[in-house]
């Protein structure tokens, strides 16, 4: 097992251990499971907590990697070597992301990834739309794995709009 698939199957024991309810890797690692991987420095992982209080707290991730011996830099949980950002759903979308993730392998492994529709609302997102997501929005629609009417129902769900895209004619 390489350490990717280590820090896949650790954040998998997230949700069996019931830290979690639910969790997605969405971000650049996504990304790479439906067009070309891009660099990245990191592994977001998205997650929701059975809670529905208004204050989430970080806390019972911080106990999980202690417990297993994880060590934390700054946002980052060290798993395997490879720096894992766990984050918490921030908005309804990406509650959505979470819920409709698919069960994708990986080495040995299987894990939940974002569908591609939802990874390009989340890049056109006011807060997190720059031009490096723009580029991570087209390399998508250039692959064959998005589905465009999903992606239509999403991105009206949402009130987000695809850029302009100048194909040269």
């Not at 529905?52 to 417990?67: C, D, F, G, Q």
Request: hydrophobic share 45%; glycine share 6%.
């Amino acid at each position: 097992m390489d350490n990717f698939a280590e820090a896949l199957a650790a954040i998998r024991d997230l949700k069996n251990e019931g830290i979690v309810s639910n969790y997605a890797i969405g971000g650049a690692m996504a990304l790479s499971f439906w067009a070309e991987a891009v660099p990245t420095y990191d592994l977001d992982v998205f997650v929701l907590f059975g809670s529905n209080e208004l204050i989430m707290t970080m806390t019972p991730i911080y106990e999980w990697a202690a417990r297993h011996g994880y060590e934390v830099r700054s946002e980052h949980i060290e798993i395997a070597g490879i720096p894992v950002q766990v984050l918490p759903a921030h908005d309804a979308l990406t509650e959505e992301a979470i819920v409709t993730a698919v069960d994708l392998p990986y080495d040995t492994e299987t894990t939940r990834v974002m569908r591609p529709e939802y990874l390009i609302g989340m890049f056109l997102e006011k807060s997190a739309r720059s031009a490096k997501r723009l580029a991570r929005v087209a390399m998508l629609l250039e692959s064959d794995k998005v589905d465009r009417e999903l992606l239509s129902r999403v991105l009206g769900r949402y009130g987000l709009k695809l850029p302009r895209y100048d194909d040269g004619d």
